[in-house]
Each structure stands twice: as structure tokens, then as C-alpha cells.
């Protein structure tokens, strides 16, 4: 039971939060209230969150060492020893291959999203989480497949009108980038100078930089959300007003800073979300201020270009 416990720990059930990006496809393509089209997006969730589980296993795997190391990560359940290193490698393989091998016989489109996760993944786990930058533009890109893979698997299941727009892929992946680059602050503070003995690739950064990519990835964020709200596709084949749900997006990306440089928060995006208030309180506003968009000022357009 201990051993089982240690396997569920180290899934990190918790950070499976960040696969609601797989909803993006159906919430913004008007298919929202469709309960076909939910469940099959909730599948394919499911489908991500097994997937990203094994990698954090494999992860864990290459990482042990360091952790060891960590004040917080020597408490992994790998790291401290109550995993033994083999069931984890076992596990991520089932977990791995059950995933890709159901996904390819039954959505071959969303299965090649997947495949393309694993293999950027499993590159930066062994290798390029130790180039500088790049390690924080592969994390924002598996934010962006998790969004890509919720309109391909839509796809594979028959719905051709639903798509993605640029401007929100673009939002994405600076909103991504703005909590990776978030996290490396908190690891350069919080670990001081231990920090290179920890994470080879925190010794490239330092907190004034940090400071100023975070603020390029904020601006970008808000204007790429701006942008998207009010662009021409989505006034035809989303609604009118999504433009009205900008100031939840601003105030939560400001809420987040506020966290980051005054509570010293920002090493985990998923405990933050789920244990700050007013962070939780505006993401459902949010999702029913755009629900209310969706449904009272629907797109001019019901069918895509």
C-alpha cells in the first residue's frame, strides 16, 4: 500500500490542472454545451494526463540525484527512496504506451499531437532542460499541444468546424512562458546560492532578468488575448463580446505577480491556482463570463470559413 501511494504521489495528479488547456478547442469553437463533444474532450484530457504523468515518472527518474539535493524535491517519492526506480520505469512505459497505443487506433490526428508531446518531453527530461531559454520555450510549447491536441481529437471525431485561432495558440504560449519563467524565479530565490547545485541551468539565470523576460511574457499575453477577443474570426465564429472578459485575464496575470514578488510564491502554477481565493474566484468568473459571451452574443457567422 505504501509502494501504491508513493506511484499515485509521484503521478502528480494535482498538476493535471494544466490539461484543461485541452478544453480550449471546444470552449472557443462554440461547442461548449455539446455533451459529445465534452466527453470526447474529456477523454482526450484524460488521455494527456496519463501521458504527462509518465513523463513527470521519467522525469523523476533522471532528476533523482539533484532532488536529493532539493529542500522540498529530496521528499519525491523517487528521490526518497519510497518509489523504487523500477516500478516507476515500468509504469511510465504502461502508462506511456496504453495512452499512444489506444490513441493511434482511435484518433490518429490527436495521437500524433501526443507523440510529438512525448518525444519534446523526453528530449528536454535528458537534454534540453540544460540549454538556457530553450528549457522555458519546451514547456510552453507543451502548453500549446495540450490546446492542439483538444481541436485535433474534435477532428478525428467528426467536427470539422472546430479550429483554433492564432491569437489564442499565440496567448498560449506567452502566458506559458510568463509561468515557466515564474517558476525559475522562485527556484533561483528560494534555493539561493545552492541553486546551480540543484538545476545546473538555474547558473544562467538571475532574478533582474528573470524579472524582465516575465514582464515581456505578460505584455505579450494580454495584448495576444486583446488581440484575439476583438479580431475579425472571432466577432464571425465565436461572439462579439468576448472582448468584455479581457480584465479577467488581465487581473489574474497581475494577481499572479503580485503572488510571485510580494507572497513569494510561484514554484507550483497548479498549487497557486487551486489554493489562492481571489486567483480561483476570477477563473470562474472567467469561464462564466465567457460562457455568458458564448451564449448571449454569439459569433455573426455559424459556419467556418
Given at each position: 500500500m505504501k509502494t501504491l501511494?508513493?506511484?499515485?504521489?509521484?503521478?502528480?495528479?494535482?498538476?493535471?490542472?494544466?490539461?484543461?488547456?485541452?478544453?480550449?478547442?471546444?470552449?472557443?469553437?462554440?461547442?461548449?454545451?455539446?455533451?459529445?463533444?465534452?466527453?470526447?474532450?474529456?477523454?482526450?484530457?484524460?488521455?494527456?494526463?496519463?501521458?504527462?504523468?509518465?513523463?513527470?515518472?521519467?522525469?523523476?527518474?533522471?532528476?533523482?540525484?539533484?532532488?536529493?539535493?532539493?529542500?522540498?524535491?529530496?521528499?519525491?517519492?523517487?528521490?526518497?527512496?519510497?518509489?523504487?526506480?523500477?516500478?516507476?520505469?515500468?509504469?511510465?512505459?504502461?502508462?506511456?504506451?496504453?495512452?499512444?497505443?489506444?490513441?493511434?487506433?482511435?484518433?490518429?490526428?490527436?495521437?500524433?499531437?501526443?507523440?510529438?508531446?512525448?518525444?519534446?518531453?523526453?528530449?528536454?527530461?535528458?537534454?534540453?532542460?540544460?540549454?538556457?531559454?530553450?528549457?522555458?520555450l519546451i514547456i510552453a510549447a507543451g502548453f500549446v499541444l495540450r490546446a492542439l491536441a483538444g481541436v485535433t481529437l474534435a477532428m478525428d471525431a467528426g467536427y470539422s468546424d472546430i479550429s483554433i485561432s492564432h491569437w489564442l495558440i499565440v496567448c498560449t504560449f506567452f502566458l506559458a512562458i510568463f509561468l515557466a519563467f515564474a517558476k525559475r524565479r522562485y527556484e533561483v530565490v528560494s534555493l539561493g546560492e545552492n541553486a546551480a547545485g540543484h538545476r545546473e541551468i538555474l547558473e544562467e539565470y538571475s532574478i533582474s532578468l528573470l524579472d524582465e523576460l516575465m514582464g515581456i511574457a505578460t505584455a505579450a499575453s494580454i495584448i495576444g488575448y486583446s488581440i484575439y477577443s476583438v479580431s475579425q474570426r472571432t466577432m464571425e465564429l465565436v461572439s462579439t463580446k468576448l472582448w468584455l472578459t479581457i480584465p479577467f485575464v488581465t487581473y489574474g496575470i497581475f494577481r499572479y505577480l503580485y503572488l510571485i514578488h510580494i507572497k513569494g510564491h510561484g514554484g507550483s502554477p497548479d498549487r497557486i491556482i487551486l489554493t489562492d481565493k481571489p486567483l480561483l474566484l476570477n477563473i470562474l468568473l472567467w469561464v462564466i463570463a465567457v460562457a455568458l459571451a458564448l451564449t448571449l452574443f454569439p459569433g455573426t457567422e455559424s459556419i467556418p470559413a
Open positions: 501511494s508513493a506511484l499515485l504521489k509521484n503521478l502528480r495528479i494535482r498538476s493535471w490542472t494544466k490539461n484543461l488547456f485541452v478544453f480550449a478547442g471546444i470552449l472557443f469553437g462554440n461547442h461548449w454545451d455539446d455533451p459529445r463533444a465534452i466527453g470526447l474532450t474529456a477523454l482526450g484530457a484524460l488521455g494527456f494526463c496519463l501521458l504527462s504523468s509518465s513523463v513527470y515518472l521519467i522525469n523523476d527518474i533522471a532528476d533523482r540525484d539533484r532532488d536529493k539535493c532539493h529542500p522540498e524535491k529530496k521528499n519525491r517519492p523517487i528521490a526518497s527512496g519510497a518509489l523504487p526506480v523500477s516500478l516507476a520505469a515500468v509504469a511510465a512505459f504502461l502508462l506511456a504506451s496504453g495512452v499512444l497505443i489506444t490513441s493511434w487506433i482511435l484518433a490518429p490526428t490527436y495521437a500524433l499531437v501526443l507523440s510529438i508531446y512525448l518525444i519534446m518531453q523526453l528530449s528536454y527530461s535528458f537534454k534540453l532542460k540544460h540549454v538556457v531559454i530553450l528549457d522555458v
